[in-house]
């Protein structure tokens, strides 16, 4: 095993004491509120706008292009709604999901 490695899993382990504390954290975000104003409620409208009028490449809101942002979180709030059905849980899973990886890397990268 190279040293990196070494490290590497070394660190990854020093993560897991904190998983159960973040876990707990994280059911927090997604049950406790509904969407967020704003932000995770444009994002909603989008996601819904695109799933309704059947556009699966580009995101619209209110009928018109929405050109603002990348259209990979709708596409991947598209694939959940596919396969869990179409609710408000799933955006918030997958921002939390977004989150976690955040964390990872920037431990990582630290």
Not at 6 to 31: D, G, M
């Amino acid at each position: 095993m190279t040293p990196n490695a070494y490290r590497r899993s070394e660190h990854l382990r020093a993560l897991w004491p904190w998983l159960p504390l973040w876990t707990v954290a994280a059911l927090l975000a997604i049950f406790a509120h509904g969407p967020m104003p704003l932000f995770s409620t444009r994002a909603l409208a989008v996601a819904w706008e695109m799933w309704h009028g059947h556009h699966w490449l580009v995101p619209y809101v209110n009928g018109q292009p929405y050109s603002e942002k990348a259209p990979l979180l709708f596409w991947m709030i598209h694939a959940g709604w596919a396969v869990f059905g179409v609710s408000d849980v799933w955006p918030r899973v997958l921002e939390v999901g977004f989150g976690a990886t955040q964390l990872v890397l920037v431990s990582t990268i630290a």
